[in-house]
């Protein structure tokens, strides 16, 4: 079945530093792929999306690539702050469905001071 | 505050209790979700309301049972657990389920805990 493969599981990088997080998906027709966020103790919250007909986008220090052909897409975190300490999942949505999301096991984001 | 609330955040149950995991949003939407969150794995979809119609069942086992009375409440039925069952269980919301890539709302989780 459709699958989203996340690596790595676990990131440490100095704050300053930036934090790349890459997901692999299975189904060519997949057209939407969103990152969420989640912080300890909360649910996941949407940070930024991206859909099949775009190659790139960004929102300050967070941009979000796409790459249809390999079908991998990555969130790259510039100049990390303590606040961006969290589990981060990726997801991709089937072209046959329009809600279900397939997703990924998550990347645990740890800034060290 | 993302407009979605669970109670409660927290619940321990043996497993042969019966209890109840509530859910409210609070944005207008129409579509309403479970999920299940394990340690180390993808979100598993559970169930799925649209227009309070159940839509969605991923081969959820009977001990589980949705209940959505209105668009914006959504229960969780609980009844003779088993510890694997013990997870953060996620509600979240959305517009509807109608257009792709409609942005889901998550609630904070219920922990539960099945002993």
């Known amino acids: 079945g459709e699958n989203v493969e996340q690596h790595p599981s676990t990131l440490s990088v100095q704050e300053g530093d930036s934090a790349v997080i890459k997901c692999t998906y299975s189904?060519?027709?997949?057209?939407?792929f969103p990152w969420y966020k989640q912080e300890l103790g909360k649910g996941p919250q949407l940070i930024i999306d991206?859909?099949?007909n775009v190659g790139e986008k960004k929102d300050q220090r967070i941009a979000v690539t796409l790459n249809k052909t390999a079908k991998h897409f990555s969130l790259h975190i510039t100049e990390t702050q303590p606040e961006d300490s969290a589990v981060y999942f990726c997801?991709?949505?089937?072209?046959?469905?329009?809600?279900?999301?397939?997703w990924g096991a998550g990347t645990k984001l740890i800034i060290k001071p | 505050e993302t407009g979605v609330t669970q109670t409660p955040r927290h619940l321990v149950m043996g497993m042969t209790n019966k209890k109840s995991l509530k859910c409210e949003q609070h944005l207008g939407h129409n579509a309403m979700y479970w999920y299940k969150q394990s340690a180390k794995k993808p979100l598993e979809l559970m169930f799925v309301y649209n227009f309070k119609e159940q839509t969605e069942n991923n081969s959820v086992p009977s001990r589980f049972s949705p209940e959505c009375p209105n668009s914006s409440h959504l229960f969780l039925h609980l009844h003779t657990l088993q510890p694997e069952d013990s997870a953060l269980y996620l509600c979240a919301s959305s517009q509807d389920t109608g257009s792709s890539g409609n942005t889901i709302y998550f609630g904070e989780g219920s922990w539960l805990t099945v002993v």
């Open positions: 997801a991709a949505s089937p072209m046959d469905s329009n809600y279900q999301l397939i």
């Open positions: 991206i859909r099949s």
């Open positions: 189904d060519s027709a997949s057209n939407y």
